[in-house]
């Protein structure tokens, strides 16, 4: 028997906490609540219209491996520090017990967002979504899209799951770390993959992960490379590798201006500089 990986006990946490929120709010309740939700914008869409290379900055408090990197962030308030950097998306982590994340941090920050009508970044649930009940919350509580990580889903759940996010309006960004799984991710219709970095087994980071992945994706599959960025260097690599989007969050957690940090990433500090000299 294989030894318990951190995803295992993840996603294990993950449904025992469905289970609790369904007992105090039933499905039916969520599926009520669709109708008033506010409307959803093409993710997909809002990050190709950054191209080359779109940013999604993320609002992380903790994670496994970091421990503690904000935990006292105002997730509402970094994600308008986002906002004035330009980033297209914003990577909202609601999982409670290894991220410190909250249901209640996406829908601030969606709120927060709401001023800037269709021009605002496009809203991420970053979670161990393991239940059609997830994908509600998210939808009721603002989100435009959610994340499926391959590796915590077997196929007849991620084809589930996938079909399931379209029918609410959301198209999955569908996160994958080897081969096997950008195979599965292909074969379920994915047409928005993350290549994450990071082995969500061991929490260990490999920057060639993206590398060697992203040529198993065609044309018409948008990529974005997950983990360990922190460098307009980095993301000029995944540009090269053939990804159209990067995310970010503890680089941009812990800089002292996330808006400055974000034009940097995307090249704009540099291109500013020139200016000022010609």
């Known amino acids: 028997m294989s030894e318990e990986t951190i995803l295992d006990r993840i996603v294990a946490r993950r449904r025992l906490d469905v289970a609790e929120a369904k007992a105090r709010v039933p499905s039916v309740a969520l599926e009520a609540r669709l109708d008033a939700a506010p409307p959803a914008i093409d993710f997909v869409a809002r990050l190709r219209a950054d191209a080359a290379m779109a940013v999604i900055a993320e609002v992380k408090r903790a994670s496994p491996s970091k421990g503690d990197i904000a935990p006292g962030i105002d997730a509402a308030a970094q994600s308008l520090r986002y906002a004035a950097g330009g980033a297209a998306g914003i990577s909202v982590l609601t999982e409670p017990t290894w991220f410190k994340g909250t249901l209640e941090d996406l829908l601030r920050t969606r709120r927060a967002l709401e001023p800037m009508g269709t021009a605002r970044p496009a809203v991420l649930r970053k979670d161990f979504i393991i239940d059609r009940y997830q994908l509600l919350e998210a939808r009721t509580s603002g989100a435009d899209t959610v994340l499926l990580i391959v590796a915590s889903l077997d196929d007849k759940a991620l084809g589930e799951l996938l079909a399931d996010s379209r029918s609410l309006g959301m198209e999955p960004l569908v996160e994958v770390n080897n081969a096997d799984e950008m195979a599965r991710a292909l074969a379920a219709g994915a047409s928005f993959v993350g290549v994450n970095n990071r082995d969500l087994r061991s929490f260990s980071v490999d920057l060639g992960t993206t590398d060697r992945l992203a040529g198993m994706a065609g044309a018409d599959v ?22 159209g989007a990067v995310l970010v969050g503890e680089a941009l957690m812990v800089a002292d201006d996330p808006a400055a940090r974000i034009r940097e990433l995307r090249g704009l500090l540099a291109q500013s500089g020139v200016a000022a000299m010609l």
């Open 222 to 243: 948008l990529l974005v490379a997950l983990s360990g960025i922190s460098s307009r260097a980095d993301v000029e690599r995944f540009e090269a590798a053939g990804a």
